[in-house]
C-alpha cells in the first residue's frame, strides 16, 4: 500500500504543470532561487552547490494546451520545444530565475532566441557541451564552459561557488545515481516487481523535487520492492529507446508494458547520464566535465566516436538480456528519427526483433499502440517458445 | 584590369555558372579516378584549410539543392525515405543519401566518395549527416566543434565574461584544428604547409572584402540584385571557392558588375516598389516561382540572413592576422559562429534592424522550411517581434528547401499577395 501510493503521488507530481514541489521549496526557502534546464544534460551539481534550485524542464506531456507558442514557433517542430515554451508563456515557470538550454538539437537552441526574446528578466542561456567528445581538448574546454555557467549562476545567488560546496553537491547527486542505478538493476533483473510507469515516475521526479528528498524517497522505495508480491509472467523483455528528449506519454509506456518487460530504457537519460560516481577529490569542476564524457552513456544528441551509438544500442539490449527492442522517436525530433534509421538497420544485421514507432507526448490514443506492440510480442512468444 | 559594361553585364551569371561547371567537372573527376575528396558544410567549411591538402571539395548541401533546381529532388529523396528515412527528415539529407545510394549519380555530374569527412555542429543535423556517411563509407568523420551563441549577456564584447569564454573557445577550436591537420595528414599522406596555408588565407581575406562590397551594392535604390537569385550564386561560389584566386576574380567582377549596374540605374527587378529581407532561405524546388511571386508586385529582395549564415561565415570587418594563421583562423572560426552561423539565426533581430535601416527596407519575408529546424524554428517569433518593437511589417510563409510536396502553391500566393497588399497601406501611411 505505501508503494502505492508512493508511486500515485509521484504520477500526480509529474503531471502537475504547475510545479508543486519547486513551489513548496520556495515556500521553504524564500530568498530561493531557481534555475530550469531543458534536456537532455546539465550538471546541476553546480546550482545546487550555490543554494539554487535545479528543475528539469522536459515538456508539458498533455497537460497544458499549447496556445502562445505555436505562434511563436514554427510548425515542423517537435512537441516537447513548443509545449517547454508554453509552460513559461502560461505562466507556469514564473519561479525561474535562468533558464538553461543545452545544445542538443536545432530546434532547441533556435527556441533558445524565442525564450531570450519572450523573457526579458529571466536570464537564459545556451549551454555548449562538447560534440567532438573524443578530442584530446574537449575535458579542458568543458571546465570552462562548466566554470562560465557557474560564474552566472554565482551573480545569481550572490555567494561563490567554492570546492567544497560544489563536493558536497557532487556526493549527493552520486548518491542519487546510485540509487536509481539501483532501479536499474531492480528492473533489469526483476522487471516483474516495478513497472516500467513505475521506474519512469522514479527518475522523472528526480527533476521536479530537491535531490535530498528524492534520495530519501528512492531508499525507501528501494527497501519496499523487494517485499512487492509480484510474480514473474510469461512476457517478452524488451529495450525501450527513443526517450532521450520528450516523453513518451505514461499511458503509452502502460499500454506497451501490459505486453512486455521493459527491462532497460534511455528515458530521462540526462538524470542517469553519468554511470559512475564523479570522483570527489582533486578539482571538482575538473571531475564534472571528465565524468560528462568520460563516465557517461550515450544518446543521438551527442557525438562521441568512442561510442557508436547502434553499438551501444546493442551492448544495453546484450546486459539486460532484452530479446528485442522498441525504437521510438518522437514525431519532428531530427536526431531521434535520423538514428532510428542507424539502430533499425544495425538490429537487422544483428536479427534482433524490434518495433519502430514514433510518438508525441499530447498522444491520447493508444490502441494502435498496444495493437502493434501486442502483435509484436505475441509473434516472439511464439518464435521463441 | 578594367573591362568595358558591354562585357561586364552578366559576367556574373556567365563566369558563375562557368566556375559551378569546373566544380562539377573536377568532382567528377575525382569520382573516376579516387582523388581525395572531403565534404564539408556551407557553414564552417575550413576550404583554406583542406585546399592546402589538396582535396577536391563537395558541398553536399549544394549538389542537394541542384537536384532541386533540376526538378529531380522528389526522386532522391523518395530512395531515401524508401532506405528509412523519415519524411518529417532534412530534405538536402534525404536528397544526398538517394543520391549516394545511386553511387554518386547526379544531374550535374558524379559525386566522389568521401576520402575524409569534416563535419560540424553549426548545424547538429550536419553530424548525424555525417554520421550516415561514416555508416555507409566507412570514412573518417572529424566532427569540428563550435561552441555557438549562448544568450543574450554572455557574448556582449568588451566584457570579462566575453573575454574568458572566447578564449576558452578559441583554445578548444585552435586544438581541434592541430588534430584535423593531424588526420588531413593521415589521410593525404602530405604534410601541412603553413605557407600554403597562409595562402589560401590571404585569398578569403581579399574575397571577404569584396563579398560584403557587393553586398552593399543593393543598398542602393533600385537595387542592383536580388539576394535569393543572383545571392544564390555568390554564396555558392563563396564557399566552393573560398581561399582560391578563381573564387576572388570572380568577386572582383561580381562587385564590377554591380557597380556598373548601379551607375546605370539597372533594377534586379524592374519598376522597384518594396525592398525586402528574406529571412532564411528561398525553395529551390520552386526557385523561379518563389522569387517571381515578389518580383510580379516589385518585390526585391535587397538582402537574406541566409547570405550571411551561408554566405562563408564572412563578418563585417573579417581578417585573418597571416602572421599567426592557425591562431587567427580559430578566432575567426569562432567569431563566425556567434555571430555568422548562429546568432544570425536564432538572435537576428538586431541584424535585422540594421539592414532595415541601412538597406531601406520595407517588409520582411520569414520563410521556414520544414527541412530545416536551424533557420526555422523561431522565425513566427522574430516576425512579431519586428513589427511590435519596429514597426515593420513581416509576412511568415512556410514551405521547404528542396521538397516539392511541401509547395502549396495558391496558399502561399496567397500570403504573399494579401501581404503586398497590406504592405502597399503601411507604405501609404508612412508617407513612403
Redesign the interface.
Known sequence: MELERIFDDLRALVEDPSFPAVRRWLEANPQGKVVGHFQVFFPEEVAHAAGLLPVKIAGAGGTVQVRQAD???????CSI?RSSLELALSGRLDFLSLMVVP?????A??????W???FPQM??????H???AS????V??LV??YR?IG??IEELSGRPITDDALRASIALFNENRRLLREVYRIKRETPWLLSAVESYLLVRSAGLMPREEHNALLRRVLELLPQRPAKKQDRIRVVFEGGFCEQPPLDMLAVIQNACYIVDDDLMIGLRWITEDVPLDGDPWRNLADSYLNRSSYS??Q?D?RKPK?EMLLRRIREAGAEAAIVA?A??C??G??????Y??ALDAAGIPHLVM?FEETMTVFEQVGMEVETFAESLLFQFA | MSTSAQEILGVSRREGRRLMDLWWQRMTEAAQTGHPTAYVFVMAPLSELLLTFDFVINAPEITSLQTAIRGQSQAYIQLAEDYGFSPDICGYVKADVGVQLKQGEHPYGRVPKPALVVTNNVCNTYIKWAEFWEHYYGCPVFTFDLPGWRGRESLREGTEAFRETFENDCRYVLGQLRELIELCERVTGKSFDIDRFREHLREANRMAELYHAVCDTNRHVPAPFNAPLEGVTYQGIANLYRGTPEGTRYFELALEEMRERVRLGMAAVPDERFRLVLVGTACYSHFRRFVELFSSWGGVFVHSTYMVFAGGGFLPGFRYDLRRPLESFAEQMVRATYWGWTGAMFYQQEWLDQVVRDWKVDGICFHGVKSCRTTSTGLPDVREWMRVQRNVPGLFIQSDLVDPRLWSDAQIKNRVDAFFEALAAHKAAAGR
Open positions: 505562434a511563436r514557433i514554427a510548425a515542423f517542430v520545444v545544445n542538443i538539437c536545432d530546434a537552441r533556435n527556441g533558445c532566441g524565442v531570450v526574446r519572450s536570464r537564459v542561456e545556451t549551454l555548449y562538447p560534440h567532438n578530442s584530446a581538448y574537449a579542458d574546454y570552462g564552459e562560465r560564474r552566472v543521438p544528441v557525438r566516436p547502434a522517436a514525431k519532428m531530427e536526431p528519427l535520423e538514428e532510428q534509421v542507424n533499425s538497420r514514433e
